[in-house]
């Protein structure tokens, strides 16, 4: 069964770092590509970044760039989001998504964790 | 960045057909995919490649598309149903996800 599972969500201040991590279970983590999606409180679906499956590629979504950095290890069957200079507007609900084989859609979600960023 | 248009809400009544439609101008040209989402939980795929379902949605879920809109409906609709429903594309920026459709079942 494939699980992916979020963890390293809490509450930071402004201008703060945060780092989330994902662990994925259940199939070959290096064949996929990964993606983080957040999802504000109240408010629809928002991609972050994407990585392929041996972290050659990288993207971001403006919000994100220079401020968010993804990576993985694929070793450790692991996803990563560091996230620097925190704003309020980056509080949301973040989660991992596995790409499908074909690349263009997220056959699998973890269940997220939540990022506050509050003084 | 690339535009999906939803419409924020649709209800419908229990064993009717709801229609939830994505807009957008490449739409025509793209994949369109379908997610569903209740209240406290991840989303879930619920079409895929326009009108392919996932193993495990009922055949009461089907999507399809037209020019520059698709469309997501749903057949015989129960009280289960409500939720939140999200197109998305793979496009240049490379990912577009519309703003939400709220389907209320009435």
């Known amino acids: 069964e494939v699980q992916l599972v979020e963890s390293g969500g809490g509450l930071v201040q402004p201008g703060g770092s945060l780092r989330l991590s994902c662990a994925a279970s259940g199939f070959n983590f290096s064949d996929y590509e990964m993606n983080w999606v957040r999802q504000a409180p109240g408010k629809g679906l928002q991609w972050v970044s994407y990585?392929?499956?041996?972290?050659?590629?990288?993207y971001y979504a403006n919000s994100a760039k220079g401020r968010f950095t993804i990576s993985r290890d694929n070793a450790k069957n692991s996803l990563y989001l560091q996230m620097n200079s925190l704003r309020g507007e980056d509080t949301a609900v973040y989660y991992c998504a596995r790409l499908s084989r074909s690349g263009s859609y997220f056959d699998y979600w973890g269940q997220g964790t939540l990022v506050t960023v509050s003084s | 960045s690339y535009v999906l248009t939803q419409p924020p809400s649709v209800s419908v009544a229990p064993g009717q057909t709801a229609r939830i439609t994505c807009g957008g101008n490449n739409v025509g040209t793209k994949d369109v995919h379908w997610y569903r989402q209740k209240p406290g939980q991840a989303p879930v795929l619920v079409v895929f490649d326009d009108s392919d379902r996932p193993s495990g949605i009922p055949e009461r879920f089907s999507g399809s598309k037209s020019g520059k809109m698709a469309t997501l409906t749903i057949s015989r609709v129960e009280a289960g149903d409500e939720a939140d429903y999200y197109c998305?594309?793979?496009?240049?920026?490379?990912?577009?996800f519309g703003g939400g459709t709220k389907l209320t079942v009435l």
């Open positions: 990585i392929s499956s041996r972290g050659s590629a990288i």
């Open positions: 998305q594309v793979w496009d240049s920026s490379p990912v577009a």
